[in-house]
Structures are given as C-alpha cells and as structure tokens.
C-alpha cells in the first residue's frame, strides 16, 4: 500500500524551529519528486516547496513566504521526506501535508499523508 | 487572495450536473500550464482528482471531468451524489510570482 506518514508537529515559539519527518512506503522512494502543502485552519491550500530525485539532482524550489527559512531534504535510504522549518512566525501555523509528486507531472500531487499539524505561538 | 479564482460555493440537488471554474491569467492557465483538481473530503488530506487538465487517476468515477480553455479551467460533476459534498481546490503554476504554484481559493459543492 502506497503511503505518506508525517511526524514532528507541535507547538514552538515564535522565531523558533521545528522539523517535520514523512515516512513513504509501498513505492520508489527514491525515484519520486516530492513536496509539502500546508493548510491554515479553515483555509485554503498553499504549496511550500519540492525536491526532485537525487538523480535529478535534489534540487529544491520553495513558496516566496518560505523562502530562506524553510530546507526540504531527503533521506532515500530511510525512505524519508524532511521539512526543517526555521524563524517560524505565527503566520506558519497549519497543517502540513507530505505529498508525492506525479510522475510526468512536475506539480499534481497524487499522494497525501495524513498531515501533522503546526502551531507557532506569539 | 489567489491568483487562481474559484467560486466560494456551488450546489446542486443530487442527479444533477455542476461546474467549478477556475479563473487564471497569461502567467499561468493562460501561458499554456497544466491544471489539476482535487477533492477534500470533510475531515481528510486532500485527494487528487483530475491531472493534467482532462484526466483522472484511477478510481476517479467518470462523472468527474476536467476542461481548460484561454486562462481558465473547469471542473464538472454530472449525476451529483451526496458523497461528492466536499471543497474543491484547482491548481497551476505560475510563472509571475515567486511562489511558482499556485492552488485556488477552492470551492465548497453542497449537494441539497
């Protein structure tokens, strides 16, 4: 079965730091794009970034509000996504959803975790 | 506010067909970039629904299609069902800003 699995959510401080884990299982990790969406309570949806397979480089594009603060990385030999989230501001606080990225598709997302949620405090 | 406008709500009585549209510009829809639909259930992470425009993954019920003409796309369900009640967000990418992708306000469907 085809799987995301997020962790790491919490509550911080602001300008404090968080990362977020996404456990993949049931397909190639390693070969797939990747991205986080998150989602503000009864809002809508915002993309925050992807990384592209090692094979592709791993190369990393973010969301202008994201930019500088926020690292997406991979760990393909644990089948892991990660979200390092620095100088986090209120503005932050959501739900976020691992996702997989389409192949052929650079940016539909066919997969979803659960979602994890984060809450930065004042 | 987004850059991709839908419709805040739509609804229609069960049996019936209904549109979502998805209101872009020359920077994305209109600049020739795929768009793609998804449902999210009350409660649950969200589901790709259509891809690339006009396609649906497998499992998607062929009552739902996907259409995308100048800078704007659409999303129909026809023979609405009480389990498609659910919000609706459409997506593009988007060459003017920063952000590169873009998701739409979405759009609530009540099924009456």
């Known amino acids: 079965e085809v799987q995301l699995v997020e962790s790491g959510g919490g509550l911080v401080e602001a300008g404090g730091s968080l990362r977020l884990s996404c456990a993949a299982s049931?397909?190639?990790?390693?070969?797939?794009?990747m991205s986080w969406v998150r989602q503000t309570p009864g809002k809508g949806l915002e993309w925050v970034g992807r990384i592209k397979s090692k094979t592709d480089g791993e190369t990393t594009d973010y969301a202008a509000p994201v930019k500088g603060r926020f690292t997406i990385s991979r760990d393909d030999s644990k089948n892991t996504l990660y979200l390092q989230m620095n100088s986090l501001k209120t503005e932050d606080t959501a739900v976020y959803y691992c996702?997989?990225?389409?192949?052929?598709?650079?940016?539909?997302?066919?997969?979803w975790g659960q979602g994890t949620t984060v809450t930065v405090s004042s | 506010q987004s850059v991709l406008t839908q419709p805040p709500s739509v609804s229609g009585a069960p049996g019936q067909r209904v549109t979502i549209s998805c209101t872009g510009s020359s920077s994305n829809i209109g600049a020739g970039y795929n768009v793609h639909w998804y449902q999210q259930l009350p409660g649950t992470a969200p589901k790709l629904l259509i891809f690339g425009n006009n396609n649906r993954p497998s499992g998607v019920p062929d009552r739902f299609s996907g259409s995308k003409s100048g800078t704007s796309a659409s999303l129909a369900i026809t023979g609405l069902q009480a389990e498609d009640e659910a919000d609706y967000y459409c997506q593009s990418y988007d060459t003017s800003l920063s952000g590169v992708v873009l998701f739409g306000g979405g759009t609530k469907v009540t099924v009456l």
């Open positions: 049931g397909f190639s990790f390693r070969t797939t794009y």
């Open positions: 996702t997989r990225v389409k192949g052929g598709y650079s940016y539909a997302m066919d997969v």
